[in-house]
Each structure stands twice: as structure tokens, then as C-alpha cells.
């Protein structure tokens, strides 16, 4: 299981010209789902993101959370953080996870976050989504479990 951060000031997602989920200061964060993911590794990966210190502190260093900030995470289903681009010119997706588990895990992960924050918002799962942020660094992790 994969997620990118992006320390955004605002983001948020559009379908078909509504918006669908927005956040002001926190994370974005793009949730890649491969196979042989879990439960266990949705739990882990959501305590880690909102745990992960990525926000400066009085003194410009990288010491809070989002959790400490008490910013937003807007979580966004991407397969294509799964993508073998080891050989030749296009991206293999074999390692992603199947849509129907991807999208249950992603669910899942999505709960963990909620049980510790109520300011989450979220894409549409297997939609196309126009994405906008505010990078706010820029600063950009992956992580991986």
C-alpha cells in the first residue's frame, strides 16, 4: 500500500464540474492499493499519515502532524501510484490491486483516518477526477507499508 502526501494549503476534487471533497491546510493524500494489501496494512498506513511529521514548528523544522495542526486530509484513489515502470516505456498496473478489493481498501483506509479526525474529505472512488492543490513547500512523501 502506497500513499503519496502532499502538505497542501487547500485542495481539492472535481467530478463532472461538481466539487466533491476540499480541504484547506493539512495533507493530500494519494492511495495507491496493491495486491496482497490488508486490513492491518490500511490500519498502519493511516496511523503513520497521521502521525507523520511534515508541518514546521515555532521553529521552522519539520516537527508536527497533521494531527497536531489539526489540518484536513483529503484522500484520493489513485491506481496508478501501483505501476510497475521498471522496463520499456509504458506502465504495467499488474501490480495493482483488483477494483472491487481496491476500492474496499480504500474505503477502509479512508475510515481509519476518520476515526481520528472528523476533517477528512475524499475523491469518488473509480471516477474521473480533477485534482487541485496548493503544494505548501512544496513538500511530497511516499510511503509505503
Known amino acids: 500500500m502506497l500513499a503519496l ?3 497542501v494549503s487547500q485542495a481539492s476534487v472535481t467530478v463532472a464540474g461538481e466539487v466533491v471533497g476540499a480541504i484547506d491546510g493539512g495533507l493530500l493524500v494519494f492511495l495507491g492499493v496493491q495486491q496482497g494489501d490488508d486490513p492491518a496494512r490500511c490500519e498502519k498506513l493511516a ?6 511529521r511534515i508541518f514546521s514548528d515555532g521553529e521552522g523544522r519539520m516537527n508536527r502532524s497533521v494531527r497536531d495542526c489539526g489540518g484536513g486530509v483529503l484522500v484520493v484513489s489513485q491506481f496508478t501510484l501501483a505501476a510497475d515502470t521498471r522496463k520499456g516505456l509504458r506502465p504495467s498496473f499488474t501490480p495493482a490491486a483488483e477494483p472491487a478489493e481496491a476500492q474496499r481498501l480504500y474505503d477502509y483506509f479512508t475510515d481509519c483516518i476518520r476515526r481520528e479526525t472528523d476533517r477528512v474529505a475524499t475523491g469518488r472512488f473509480g471516477t ?3 485534482v ?4 505548501d513547500g512544496p513538500v511530497t512523501f511516499l510511503l509505503e507499508v
Open 5 to 7: 502526501l502532499q502538505r
Open 47 to 52: 496511523a503513520k499519515v497521521m502521525n507523520y
Open 128 to 130: 474521473d477526477m480533477q
Open 132 to 135: 487541485s492543490l496548493c503544494n
